[in-house]
């Protein structure tokens, strides 16, 4: 089985930083794509960065400037780099993996349980 598992996550101050891992652990052959995901409470899930296995990445408008993500393809793990934290950043985030290629189920996507980012005096 693939498990993704997120760590980094945690209480800090506003303009703060935060430096988010996530680890994709079992038999993979391949992935098309690794991101982060955001849920705030009473809010939809969202998309933060994404990143694809050739490094190209994408990221929403709210966070240009101030997150990066990044990839480590031999450790099957990605990163996401936060700075200048705002309250509003304050949400549960999801680590996915997309095409992710196992000889048990083919082609499939996987979500991590989430980390508990907090930014807050």
């Known amino acids: 089985q693939v498990q993704l598992v997120e760590s980094g996550g945690g209480l800090v101050q506003p303009g703060g930083s935060l430096r988010l891992s996530c680890a994709a652990s079992g038999t993979i052959f391949s992935m098309s794509g690794m991101g982060w995901y955001r849920q705030a409470p009473g809010k939809q899930r969202e998309l933060v960065a994404a990143?694809?296995?050739?490094?190209?990445?994408n990221y929403a408008d709210f966070v240009k400037g101030r997150f990066t993500i990044a990839r480590d393809n031999a450790k099957n793990t990605v990163y996401l780099q936060m700075n200048s934290l705002k309250p509003e950043d304050t949400a549960v985030y999801y680590c996915n993996a997309g095409g992710v290629v196992t000889i048990s189920r083919g082609r499939a996507d996987y979500w991590g349980q989430g980390t508990q980012v907090t930014v807050s005096s």
């Open positions: 990143i694809t296995s050739s490094g190209s990445t």
